[in-house]
C-alpha cells in the first residue's frame, strides 16, 4: 500500500502522522510511504531520518493526496486539504466530528474512508486506546496551562497553585474522572493543589478513591455538587466525554458570575464542543478569553503545544492498527476487529458511526462488513 503523511498544516500544529521510527515498520513490511518535505521539522526530524529509513520525500500536499491509498495524519484535514481526498482513499487521524458538521459534509462529499483515531475501542468497547495518550498529555497539560493562567497578568485570581507554608494553596476542581481527569489531578495534588474530582461511576470512584488514598476528594457529580464546588474553585478543569458525541454542557453561563473573578476554566473536551455553554475554540497564539471575569483556556489542540512527546505517544499507539490497514486492507481490518470498526466515522458519503449521526442530525448508516 502506498501511504502518505502530509504536514499537519492546523495553526501552530507541529505534531507529525508518522514519526521515522513508525516509517521504518511500515517500509520493513514491503509498503511506500510518501512523507511531505518538512512534516516532521518543528520536532527535528529532517526529511534525511524519513529518507533513511526508506520513505520518499514529495514536496507538494498535492501529490501526497493525489498518489497514496492511506492518509494518516493527526489533526483532522482542513478544508483545502478535504477537497483532495478522492473515492476510497482512506483517512486515518482524529476528526471530533460530533462538533464539525461541515467537516462530516465534505468527507461526505469526499467519498472516502474516514477512520477516526477517538472512536476507536478496546475490547472491554469502553477505553479507547487512540485517544487515550492525547488525553494523558492534555490532563497534565491543563494544570499546567491553569496554573500559569492564575498569574494576576495572565486576568488570573494571583493565587500560587501549590501555595506557600502560611498560605493555602489552589482550590482545582476536575469534573470527569476519565483518563484526561486522573492526569490532571496527578499533576495538580503532586504541585501541593487541594483537588476535588466530581465523577459520576461507582467503580471509577472506587478507583480514584483508593489511588489517591485522601490526596484528593472524590464526589459524585451531580448539578447541585458541581454548583457548589465551583463557587470557592481557582482552577476548574472540564474532561467530560462520551465517545464520538458532543459534550454535553455543564457549566452553564448562569454559573459563572458565581465562581470566584479570575478563576481559570480549563476545557479539555473543546474538541467534542466543550462542556461549558460559554466555551469556544482557541488556538495556541490566542489561547485565552474572558467570560463574566473567568479566564477560559479552549485550545483545540491541547497537546499540540508538546508536538515531540506528543507525536511519539500517538505513534506508540498508532502503529499496530495502521499497520493492520495496510497490510490487510481497511474491509477486512475493521471486519476482523468490531472495536477497530468503531473508529469508522464515514464510508462512501455516509454517516457511519451512531453518536456521530446523532450529533450531527445526520443519518446514520452502518457499513457491513464481510468477515
Known amino acids: 500500500m502506498i501511504i502518505g503523511v502530509p504536514k499537519e498544516i492546523k495553526t501552530l500544529e507541529h505534531r507529525v502522522g508518522l514519526v521515522p521510527s513508525s516509517v521504518k515498520e511500515f517500509t520493513n513490511s514491503g509498503h511506500t510511504v510518501l512523507v511531505e518535505s518538512g512534516a516532521g521539522a518543528a520536532i527535528n526530524f529532517t526529511d534525511q531520518h524519513y529518507k533513511d529509513v526508506g520513505a520518499e520525500i514529495v514536496n507538494t500536499a498535492e501529490e501526497i493526496f493525489e498518489r497514496s491509498e492511506m492518509i494518516i495524519k493527526v489533526k483532522e484535514p482542513q478544508p483545502n486539504e478535504c477537497k483532495m481526498l478522492r473515492e476510497d482513499q482512506i483517512l486515518f487521524t482524529y476528526l471530533h466530528l460530533a462538533a464539525d458538521k461541515n467537516q462530516a459534509l465534505a468527507l461526505m462529499d469526499s467519498g472516502c474512508i474516514a477512520i477516526a483515531y477517538e472512536t476507536v475501542t478496546c475490547r472491554n468497547g469502553r477505553t479507547l486506546p487512540l485517544l487515550e495518550p492525547m488525553s494523558e498529555i492534555a490532563g497534565r497539560l491543563s494544570v499546567q496551562v491553569g496554573a500559569y493562567n492564575l498569574q494576576k497578568h495572565m486576568g488570573g485570581t494571583g493565587r500560587l497553585i501549590g501555595g506557600v507554608p502560611g498560605v493555602k494553596p489552589a482550590e482545582v476542581l476536575i469534573i470527569g474522572g476519565g483518563v484526561a481527569g486522573f492526569h490532571a489531578a496527578q499533576m495538580a495534588t503532586g504541585l501541593g493543589a487541594n483537588v476535588t474530582i466530581l465523577e459520576r461511576s461507582n467503580e471509577r470512584m472506587r478507583f480514584l478513591d483508593e489511588y489517591f488514598h485522601g490526596r484528593a476528594n472524590i464526589v459524585y457529580s451531580n ?37 470566584i473573578p479570575g478563576s481559570v476554566f480549563v476545557d479539555i473536551a473543546i474538541d467534542q464542543g466543550g462542556c461549558a455553554e460559554t466555551s469556544k475554540p482557541t488556538t495556541h497564539d490566542e489561547p485565552t478569553y474572558i467570560v463574566d471575569n473567568v479566564v477560559h483556556y479552549c485550545v483545540a489542540n491541547m497537546p499540540g503545544a508538546v508536538p515531540l512527546t506528543s507525536a511519539l505517544a500517538l505513534n506508540h499507539s498508532v502503529l499496530p492498527y495502521a499497520l493492520k490497514l495496510a497490510n490487510q486492507g481497511w474491509e477486512k481490518a475493521l471486519a476482523d476487529d468490531p472495536n477497530f470498526k468503531n473508529g469508522l466515522n464515514v464510508c462512501q458519503g455516509k454517516i457511519t458511526h451512531k453518536a456521530v449521526a446523532e450529533a450531527l442530525d445526520l443519518e446514520f448508516k452502518e457499513h457491513l462488513l464481510a468477515a
Do not use: N, R
Open 223 to 259: 448539578a447541585d455538587t458541581l454548583e457548589k464546588a465551583i463557587t470557592t474553585s481557582d482552577l476548574v478543569i472540564g474532561s467530560v466525554l462520551i465517545p464520538g458525541a458532543s459534550a454535553p454542557k455543564l457549566l452553564t453561563k448562569d454559573m459563572l458570575p458565581k465562581m
